[in-house]
């Protein structure tokens, strides 16, 4: 972002320009390098493909699969321009630059074949947005009159040509995006607040913050009023109040929201809108993350501080983390930290490197952290999906928050990655040398300019425990004894002066704020994990630590001759552990977070704990679909209705309950021959005395009084499906029905099981 664009009053520390600093050798300049060469194979006439359509032109080229081959059609587009412009600004290599061109060229010519500036790649647009225009709205999460999150997706276009006109020098970008924005301020001029808040039920991206940053650059008041517009007030209004409104919400729909308002501060000075968004901030990361600074499971959050029992495959959607990091590069800008630093370099060094593949570039939509899960990318061309794009975004922007300056008088150094910098305002080029995070041993070397006297602030990280020492020219001159603060070295620096520190990598464990007993490994800022070997390998047991509650380095060793890689000392069951960082296992399955026990504890408790592993496992082996109940996605995915139901969540999971009168009814997949078996999770909902009907299309499998339920806990009910019922179908209608004058069970989610031989689950 400019300089003229952020007001200085309330700025402290500015940004480096992408073109300014240039990574050097080491997993973050890898991690640029596959992807870099991941989007020269893209092709941007896939990409254009139901734009030109949609503008009644022909596509040059098919179109792309995944979720480009649906209702979210075209967000891709948008990620791509903001890659390819930002790995132009990165490299300086005019390929990016062209494909960036040429694609806003196409856009240019989609918008001048039809009159009113939309441009977008989503089928039957025009019917919704007639629609929307007058009134008639019906919005659900994900829905907005039959569209997939439209506002969303033309996010995603918006903040692409805005980046192709700051990064990529592309001024007919801006004027695109001007067209655009009037045809969204036509569109919606009409709507009463009601209508607008209606409306905004429906995930809209970060809309607001797209039309703030088109205000910044073309200082035309109609942007920043619609931008305004786009305020959710059932979730914005509570956080201005400094209250949670965060559990059971889908966490990739509210952080745009939270950037927004953060932009709006910038340019407006509102102090509601800078309270929210660092409330907010405060909120996710100290109650609702994980120790690789990723939040949600299932894309949703859950109630603060309660992370120990929402451990799965989807956790930490990739996408989320994205746009925790642009929040938090705001943050710093205003108020310049260590504390927002340091949850940069968790969340960038243990979840965004750990996102990709390092062999070809692809990326994650969940990094999982249940123990014995691994990591499913995406492919090249046939699943594009949200945290696709972002991750797109991700590698090519990995040096823009190594450094940040105040003018030319104060450098600030947050991240320790291998890097040139060029800082212009004070006329000096600096290069920092590391292998870090293998050692913490860093070298700043002043390479150019000519004598400047200036402040350089070297963060002291949080996870370093004091005192650290730096050398200047080989001479002790500063000591700092505070981590999370900046040690701060004021001289006149010339040409050839050499700055030396080393940072402590001290083991330590993180615990669940939740349960103490639960608990991660880290190495310096380093997450690391358990590797539990290959995916086609035998399934793995899931990994115990017993290690008497004494300190991490009496029972965890370092690995001669391998940077980071460590060993459990007879602590591990039912094996000691091979401990790497995180980001490092890429293919085989691992374990991040482990239960530890004294010697006398696990004696107590190894029977249960392996019996109910092993009844979990079967579950899972033997599950032929499967539905988490009262999340936005699952339930669409299934094609889930509901009629008089009351949606809440506990312990970290949705459930659904079907009022008096009330019902829901959803898909399910089942094998067309032998027999499957309904598996129901329901929560014990105290405040109700249930009574219900389950059906299997149609017809009645069980009627319901739940009588073994447990109050205030998840618990399970197992029922067969009669052959008939199931013999030559793939999918059956499973409908959930409260009998007269009675509410049914809360129902947290469903799975069909295919019954292997005489093998039944035990139920709990």
Known sequence: MSAESRPPSRIKAE?????????????????????????????????????REIAGLKAKAPIYEGWENSGLAGHSLGHYLSACAQQFADSGDVRYRDRVEFIVRELDECQRHRPDGYIAAMPDGDRVWSEIRKGDIRSRGFDLNGLWSPWYTHHKVLAGLLDADRLAGSHLALKVAEKFADWAIDTTKNLTDDQWQKMLGCEYGGMNDALAELYSRTHQQRYLDLSRKFYDKRVLDPLAENVDSLPGKHSNTQIPKIIGLARLYELTGDARDRDIAQFFWSEVVHHHSYVIGGNSNHEYLGPPDQLSDRLSTNTCETCNTYNMLKLTRHLFEWDPKAEYA???????????????????????????????????????????????????????????????????????????????????????????????????RVKLTVTSGAPKRFELAIRHPGWAAGPLWFKVNGEKTTVSDQPSSYAILNREWKAGDVVEFELPMDLRKETMPDNPHRIALLSGPVVLAADLGPVDGPEPRTPILVNGAKPVDHWVKPVYGRPLEFSTMAAGRPTDLNLKPFYAISKNRYAVYFDEFTDAEWQAAETAYREEERRQKDIFDRTIDFIRIGEMQPERDHNLVAEKTDIRDSNGRGFRTPLEAGHFEFDLKVADAGVNQLLITYWGNERFDPQFEVLVDGQLLVKETLPHRKNNAFFDELHPIPVEWTQGKSKVRIAVRAIPSHPAGSVAGARTLRVNGDSSPTLH
């Open 15 to 51: 940004p480096f320009a992408l073109s300014d600093v240039r990574l050097l050798d080491g997993p973050f300049k890898h991690a640029n390098k596959v992807c870099a060469d991941y989007l020269l194979t893209v092709d941007p006439n896939r990409l254009l493909h139901s734009f």
């Open 342 to 440: 340091d949850y940069y370099e968790r969340a960038h060094l243990n979840d965004i490197l750990a996102s990709q593949n390092p062999e070809d570039g692809m990326m994650c939509y969940f990094v999982p952290l249940s123990s014995g899960a691994h990591r499913d990318y995406s492919t090249p061309f046939d699943n594009w999906t949200c945290c696709h794009g972002s991750g797109m975004e991700n590698h090519t922007k990995h040096a823009d928050s190594v450094y940040f300056h105040g003018g030319g008088h104060k450098l600030y150094v947050n991240l320790f990655i291998p890097t040139e910098l060029d800082w212009k305002q004070a006329g000096v080029k600096l290069r920092m040398d590391t292998v870090f995070p293998e050692n913490g």
